[in-house]
């Protein structure tokens, strides 16, 4: 059985949604992302999508590219399914990552952001092992994520750049350092693994499926 979190709250999303063109340095972020993905993939998995953010971003210059964007939040859903309505390619869907991912087909890319670091850390890896399993050979796992500081005054450092009081956290928060994610990855035989940019506590790990 899964456990209700803050994200299930509408409050909570639209909180979120409110905030996040204003986050420090996404969208450079995004920016390395987007030119790691190749222009000819033809499938896309979007894992938390919130509004559709990224997958939308990523459609500007793959607008033949199918689509399927996963999220729990039925306040992100409605956002998303909003956002993609015009759009036949991209189908939305609820899913909650704390269960095993369903069986959709391969995919060229398979991305997230800032949606993996709300899990438990034995299902962060299980849910890599997914993710490899459902990469088509070729394919690639871009993870923009919310990593952990190696030492609490960078994390206080952190919080505060992005304008959030230290003492009042996110309490689904459950973040990993960048290492461990990145051996995570080689483990399961993903190459090519490396933390491709990172300003404090955010990074954008990615690994390619031989």
Known sequence: MTT????QSADHA???????DAIPHRTEGEAVLLSQVPLT?????DLGTGDG???ALLKIDRPEANGIALDFSETMLTAARERFAPNPRVEVMAHNLEDPLPDLGPFEAIVSSFAIHHLADDRKQALYGEIYDRLAPGGIFCNLEHVASPTERLHRRFMQAIGFDPNHEDPSNQLVDVETQLQWLRNLGFIDVDCYWKWLEM???IGVKP
């Open 53 to 55: 953010r990224l997958l």
């Open 41 to 45: 993939v033809r499938r896309i998995l």
């Open 4 to 7: 209700p979190t803050a994200w």
């Open 14 to 20: 639209l909180a979120y949604l409110s905030r996040a």
């Open 203 to 205: 990074a954008l790990l």
